[in-house]
């Protein structure tokens, strides 16, 4: 449909009609107007994978590895594949616009939602989310950039007033919201956050830059509950209010138009954007879909499982990896994530996989019956208690696997039941007169001893076990935050001993208080063995095998959205439990899963240390891949890694008095690390894999071309013994200039596969805006004339080669 055909249609529509296109008509839907064939947009969460329009865990999705895995790959083509899946899977499940990907930066190690950004630097995140975007718009499903901008913490995320200058928001924070726009995204989600005192839903910067100078086309849609007041946003470039029905716009809006507060043609902006978005769709006019086909499950599984080897970063190895299946006879798998790894993120993005492959199950089906894998899950982790499930319990009403779940009046009367999987319960059905949620389930206890159990939600809640009461709590909500009310509520505990023999009956109940939503949670945990016991268990396991793989990571208690990290270090005595394995075995393999960067204080004690990030469903199958060598680990880090965060130069995430200074202005990541003259313990760029590579060579132009920019051609020869992948990376840097500048920065990258012996040229196009700098003076971009320094090499701290280039002429 052309511009002219979609104003036509708007011309249909009076103001109230036209305000009515401006709020969601429910929490995942916008609205419908048969008057111009508009349908309704479905809209779901979608960094990882396609949840859709509930919290329902019979709704499965497929599970990709974590967005910091996804920028750990340094590869566009295969990001771009993967957005694809992604699409297809919003096609399988009717939604229209995914909420992928998130574009804010890596700026302090203790951020708790860096599984779900890219990276720490501009360069990096703004590739691989203009790649993603490819990827899901290509098929007809929109992709919505988010969340803008500067949302790089957790700690008051709701009000932080984020406080940083206009050049570091320029060639920092927004450069990747510019790559995305100029990748053609459809929508660009508002944040929460203030900056320099505008709340970004009511933000100068959604006109400028975005609409003004970038050109955006598209919506500007709210984060869920952003919007807080009628006139600023109204006023403001943002075009789309969510959820729905209820807004502060609707009457209200109409209202400001008439009494002139707003004017029409501000409304009349919105509601085109939102039609050209609907066309873009297919849901204006005659339905229509984008050509999509659904790929084959097998296929999926495959490139999520290439996926996982792809973005897995080989941090240090002695010669260890990869094991050589024909040399062992015992492999000890120890660690609980062995079994019950973190394949994703805690939050608003989380899906409900179709399965997932454990890394234990993993290497035990890869190395097959000739091998003896045995394992030990060491001391508890700390890891929260699972919800029951299918596998532990049984609904009983029906005897089928799962649970019952309930609403109840306030007599107790029933006014409606249904079998659900899982204890987790995050949109229970709640017809009207609901007063509280009931989950129950027949639980068939597999240990004797004190068992765990868990009721979470706010409001009264009380947990039986066979009748008696085990948690009589009251939990009142203490923040405003949808992440804890609706997807993540406080748990409080009590324990029983069971015998193991026969069921036990556990009933869970929540009263529903106004605000805080209806979210239930009821977990049941075995018996613990003391750490001591489960220490020396696997210690002998790892002393009567050949090699130790040592699975170790990170919890939702360390990391999710809606807070920030309290430090680095893992947690439940999983150091003690690797310098412990690496003792009585020195050819230990340590596996990392982790969002973003943790302490490895015993790196240099074991024979090869492998992050995984969130590997996603196929966790168990790439990682085997990686571990045995079917496949090269291929990632490189996306963020500086620190020795200790006492090292670490930037780190403060919490607000004083509301606001949060950027005071490190253009220096985060490895920028900061270098301007501090420090090393941390793995650089930005970092990978190792199973050949090495030298440097050769490194061509450089004389001068910039016409257009500012300029071609780098780096020479690599494979001198290893194996068919390997090289990520060639360059940075600028400009010495002695008179502008604040960072020691160095990203400009480009290239990625090269040669066979041993091989040479190959890594052709690394650097765009002029490499070169350019923010003026505040003039408010345009300049570029300094001069002699400027193009390096190359294997990351930010490992630069093997250099030249220089001229820029004759500066503007």
Avoid at 121 to 132: C, K, N, S, Y
Avoid at 712 to 724: A, C, I, K, M
Wanted: proline content about 8%; charged content about 25%; hydrophobic content about 40%.
């Amino acid at each position: 449909m052309t511009e002219e055909e979609r104003a036509r249609l708007l011309e249909k529509l009076d103001l109230r009609q036209r305000v009515r296109l401006l709020t969601g008509a429910t929490t995942w839907r916008t609205v419908s107007e048969p008057a111009v064939g508009l349908g309704e947009m479905v809209i779901s969460d979608g960094p990882v994978g396609v949840r859709g329009e509930s919290w329902d865990e019979r709704s499965t999705s497929l599970l990709l590895p974590s967005p910091s895995a996804l920028a750990a790959m340094w590869d566009d083509a295969l990001v771009e594949r993967l957005g694809s899946l992604l699409a297809a899977e919003a096609r399988r499940k009717g939604v229209h616009v995914v909420l992928a990907p998130t574009l804010n930066l890596h700026r302090s190690p203790l951020g708790g939602r860096h599984f779900e950004c890219f990276a720490e630097d501009p360069e990096l995140t703004g590739r691989t989310g203009a790649a993603l975007i490819r990827g899901i718009q290509a098929h007809g499903v929109a992709a919505a950039a988010k969340h803008y901008v500067a949302n790089d913490s957790e700690t008051e995320r709701l009000t932080v007033d984020v406080r940083v200058t206009d050049r570091v928001l320029r060639e920092v924070y927004l450069a990747p919201f510019e790559a995305a726009v100029a990748a053609g995204v459809w929508l660009v989600m508002a944040g929460y956050n203030a900056v320099n005192g505008a709340t970004m839903t009511a933000s100068p910067l959604l006109a400028a830059p975005l609409k003004d100078e970038w050109g955006f086309d598209g919506v500007v849609v709210s984060d869920w509950g952003a919007v807080r007041t009628t006139l600023a946003p109204a006023l403001a470039a943002h075009d789309l209010v969510m959820p729905g029905p209820d807004g502060v716009w609707g009457e209200a809006l109409v209202r400001a138009v008439r009494e002139g507060t707003v004017p029409p043609e501000a409304v009349e902006d919105k509601a085109r954007r939102v039609l050209r978005l609907a066309d873009r769709v297919g849901v204006l006019g005659a339905p229509r879909h984008a050509s999509v086909a659904p790929p084959d499950p097998g296929d999926a599984r495959e490139l999520v499982r290439r996926a996982v080897s792809a973005g897995s970063v080989l941090l240090r190895n002695d010669g260890l990896l990869p094991l050589d299946p024909a040399a062992l006879e015992t492999v000890a798998v120890i660690g609980a994530p062995a079994t019950r790894p973190r394949v994703q993120g805690g939050g608003s993005a989380g899906v409900y996989p179709h399965h997932v492959v454990p890394p234990l199950a993993g290497v035990r089906d890869a190395l097959g019956e000739s091998v003896r894998v045995v394992h030990a899950p060491g001391p508890d982790p700390g890891s929260p208690p699972l919800p029951l499930d299918r596998s532990r319990c049984r609904d009983p009403r029906s005897g089928r696997p799962g649970v019952l779940v309930r609403a109840l009046d306030e007599q107790g009367n029933e006014l409606h039941a249904e079998h659900r999987w899982s204890g987790r319960q995050l949109e229970p059905p709640v017809p009207p007169g609901t007063h509280r949620v009931e989950v129950s389930a027949l639980l068939s206890p597999t240990e004797s001893g004190e068992w765990t159990f868990g009721v979470g939600g706010f409001g009264p809640m009380t947990l039986t076990v066979d009748g008696l009461s085990v948690v009589d709590a009251t939990v009142r909500r203490e923040t405003d935050d949808p992440a804890v009310v609706h997807v993540n509520p406080p748990c409080r505990y009590g324990r029983l001993r069971l015998e193991g023999t026969g069921d036990v009956h556990v009933v869970a109940r929540r009263e529903l208080v106004p605000g805080a939503g209806r979210a239930v949670l009821v977990t049941a945990e075995p018996p613990v063995r003391t750490p001591e016991l489960a220490l020396a268990e696997a210690v002998e396991a790892a002393r009567n095998s050949d090699v130790s793989i040592v699975f170790v990571g990170t919890t939702e208690e360390d990391e999710s959205e809606g807070h920030d990290r309290a430090g680095l270090a893992l947690p439940g005595g999983q150091d003690d439990l690797v310098r412990a394995v690496a003792r009585a075995n020195p050819r230990t393999v340590v596996v990392v899963s982790a969002g973003g960067p943790v302490e490895l204080p015993w790196r240099e004690d074991v024979g090869a240390v492998l992050l995984c990030w969130f590997p996603g469903q196929e966790a168990g199958a790439g990682l085997a891949d990686v571990l045995l060598g079917r496949t090269e680990p291929a990632g490189r880090l996306p963020t500086t890694w620190a020795a200790s965060l006492a090292d670490a130069p930037v780190v403060r995430t919490r607000p004083e008095d509301g606001v949060l200074e950027y005071a490190e202005g253009l220096h985060i990541g490895y920028r900061a690390w270098l301007r501090a003259g420090r090393a941390p313990a793995y650089w930005f760029g970092h990978g190792l894999g199973y050949t090495t590579w030298d440097y050769e060579r490194l061509d450089v132009p004389k001068v910039t071309h016409d257009d500012g920019s300029l071609t780098v051609r780096v020479h690599v020869r494979n001198s290893g013994t194996r068919r390997g992948r090289e990520v060639v990376q360059v940075y600028l840097a400009k010495p002695g200039s008179p502008l604040e500048r960072p020691v160095r920065w990203l400009a480009g990258y290239a990625a090269v596969e040669a066979g041993p012996g091989q040479l190959v040229t890594a052709r690394i196009d650097v765009h002029a805006r490499a070169l350019r700098h923010w003026s505040e003076a003039d408010a345009a971009w300049r570029t300094e004339a001069g002699v400027w320094r193009v390096l190359a090499g294997r990351s930010a701290g490992d630069l093997l080669l250099s030249a220089t280039v001229r820029v004759e002429h500066g503007s």
